[in-house]
């Protein structure tokens, strides 16, 4: 069945780095885009970041673009997100998400379960 | 950037009641909107694209419409397996914006 899987999640202190995997199976992952999206503690959905089918096209929220780049392996069948720089605000269970499309405007119609990340000193 | 506002941001209503809410971009967005139900402790999950077309799935009850700047989902007989948050997100362009979120509970 399609399965998304995230990892890497943690507790890190302010300005540290985590590098965030998501393990794609059951669906030809290098035929769609696909997202990260976080949703702090108690608050509201946020996109964060997408990346088209081939890795050529990338987009940011502007809390994170600088610090924050999305990537992907299609030979591994796994997206990334590097952090850099975190702050408390990063603090959010972080999923990944597949677009309905490739290039990555088309919503998302499959989640992860999501792994935490808390960024705290 | 494109501001995505929902209302109302919580309701309560009796089973079988008749639900509306209510999406408003701050610019036109075509019909690139979805709209997601998020369950306790659960992830979200899509339920419409293109402001009315239902995923596969997703009872009957629920339906979407608009386009430009204002939305609406319907529940058209509320069950208590619909008590969740409900985001709309329009994703024309980036930033893909979700609204606030609306908040349904069972009187």
């Known amino acids: 069945q399609i399965q998304l899987v995230e990892s890497g999640g943690g507790v890190v202190q302010p300005g540290r780095s985590l590098r965030l995997s998501c393990a794609a199976s059951?669906?030809?992952?290098?035929?769609?885009?696909m997202h990260w999206v976080r949703q702090a503690p108690g608050e509201g959905l946020e996109w964060v970041a997408l990346?088209?089918?081939?890795?050529?096209?990338?987009y940011y929220v502007d809390s994170v673009k600088g610090r924050f780049t999305i990537s992907r392996d299609n030979s591994k069948n796994t997206l990334y997100l590097q952090m850099n720089s975190l702050t408390a605000e990063d603090t959010a269970v972080y999923h990944c998400?597949?677009?309905?499309?490739?290039?990555?405007?088309?919503?998302?119609?499959?989640w992860g379960q999501g792994t935490m990340v808390t960024v705290f000193s | 950037d494109i501001q995505m506002t929902q209302s109302p941001s919580s309701l309560s209503a009796s089973v079988g009641d008749r639900v509306t809410i209510t999406c408003r971009a701050s610019?036109?967005?075509?019909?690139?909107l979805a709209w997601f139900q998020q369950k306790p402790g659960k992830v979200p999950r899509l339920l419409m694209h293109?402001?009315?077309a239902v995923q596969s799935g997703v009872p009957s009850r629920f339906s979407g419409s608009g386009s430009g700047t204002d939305f609406t989902l319907t529940i058209s007989s509320l069950q208590p397996e619909d008590v969740a948050t409900y985001y709309c997100?329009?994703?024309?362009?980036?930033?893909?914006?979700f609204g606030g979120g609306t908040k349904v509970e069972i009187k």
């Open positions: 998400a597949r677009d309905r499309g490739s290039s990555g405007f088309y919503t998302f119609d499959v």
């Open positions: 059951g669906f030809t992952f290098s035929s769609y885009a």
């Open positions: 990346i088209s089918y081939d890795g050529s096209n990338k």
């Open positions: 610019q036109g967005i075509s019909n690139f």
């Open positions: 293109t402001a009315s």
């Open positions: 997100q329009k994703y024309n362009s980036a930033p893909l914006t």
